[in-house]
Nanobody
Framework: QVQLVESGGGLVQPGGSLRLSCVAS????????MAWYRQAPGKQRELVAG??????????NYEDSVKGRFTISRDNAKNAVYLQMNSLKPEDTAVYYC???????????WGQGTQVTVSS
């Protein structure tokens, strides 16, 4: 099994930055990719960014509204994935979840979620 622990959420003013972290433990060898999702009140959970976990190089993808503002990265030595969020907007307010995905593209685990609030 895979366990994920997130950190780094909080309250930030519009235009500010936050960095989310997610550390994986357990059966990390089974992880094909990591991703960040978010869920705002009254809305469905949506993919924010994803990154593959191979040693030969990572590929990334982003939801259109965060391209150019958010950056996903990983540190294989620490079994960690990060989401650097810049130029934050009120519409980025949501609970952010880290997810681990297996090679069969099924979800292996979800983090507990961390609240990000963008407000003046």
């Amino acid at each position: 099994q895979v366990q994920l622990v997130e950190s780094g959420g909080g309250l930030v003013q519009p235009g500010g930055s936050l960095r989310l972290s997610c550390v994986a433990s357990g059966s990390i060898f089974s992880i094909y990719a990591m991703a960040w999702y978010r869920q705002a009140p009254g809305k469905q959970r949506e993919l924010v960014a994803g990154i593959t976990s191979g040693d030969s190089g990572a590929s990334t993808n982003y939801e259109d509204s965060v391209k150019g503002r958010f950056t996903i990265s990983r540190d294989n030595a620490k079994n960690a994935v990060y989401l650097q969020m810049n130029s934050l907007k009120p519409e980025d307010t949501a609970v952010y979840y880290c997810a681990a995905v297996g090679s069969d593209k099924h979800f292996l685990a979800w983090g507990q979620g961390t609240q990000v609030t963008v407000s003046s």
